[in-house]
């Protein structure tokens, strides 16, 4: 398959939800030698942006939703090791990242720590459900230069305005 084959096959993947032809396109993007950022940022990502699209205009539900981030996640899990890290030599930034208490989504927060990494960044991924007091103990302790939260549900959206205030009033 050519690379634009390939992006156009990563983005139906994702569309669909299909996590084995997800996994193949991955697959197939590491047999070939190609650069995974090419196919992540041209073809997965593209493909999550079109489901985000649907699911804005009710085309899509939640189950959904989360049927293609699965499948783009299972895809990114085996093209990650193969992404090159030469620009990661160079640290950029500290970067503390978590999604917020009472939310348990991270898809969208795993591929930013997957790119923060590539690009330079130390990151430090807090995982899910997290308290604003251990995004501010992290950044603290690890002299962050960003924290940077996550939350897909809107009761929990408003967290991420009390996270933002209480670091910065804990770094000068």
Known sequence: MSKDELIKAAIQAVVKGDDE????????V?????????????????GMIKVGDLFAKEDYALPEVLLSADAMQQAMDLLDPHIPREDAKKKRGVVVIGTVQGDIHEIGKRIVVTMLEVYGFEVHDLGCDVPIEKFIEKAKEVKADIVATSALMTTTMMRQKKTGGGAQRGRH
């Open 30 to 46: 590491i047999a070939e030698g190609l650069n995974p950022m090419d196919i992540i940022g041209e073809g997965f990502a593209k």
């Open 21 to 28: 032809a997800a996994v193949e396109v991955a697959n197939k």
